[in-house]
């Protein structure tokens, strides 16, 4: 699961270089954040007992904020 979800980053990258899309700072930001979230959440759930680390769940939520912020244009 990890991996599909840091699929986010080289989207971005391959359609700022294939297709032309632009994508603001915040944008970057927000997938970064995004795949690092996504990555603590899930080292905390990979020792089989459901205890998630606590920035995880931070940088997840907070990457989500910035990306509804980012839903009408940056």
């Known amino acids: 699961i990890v991996f599909k ?3 986010v980053i ?3 990258i391959f359609r700022t270089l294939v297709v032309g899309q ?3 700072a915040a944008q970057y930001g ?3 954040v995004l795949v690092a979230g996504i990555t603590l959440f899930t080292m905390g759930d990979a020792e ?3 205890n998630f ?3 995880g769940i931070a940088l997840i939520t907070l990457a989500l904020v ?3 912020g980012c839903a009408g244009g940056c």
């Open 5 to 7: 979800s840091c699929r």
């Open 10 to 12: 080289p989207v971005m």
């Open 22 to 24: 632009r994508y603001s």
């Open 30 to 32: 927000a997938g970064f």
């Open 48 to 50: 089989g007992m459901p």
């Open 53 to 55: 680390h606590a920035a």
């Open 66 to 68: 910035g990306a509804l």
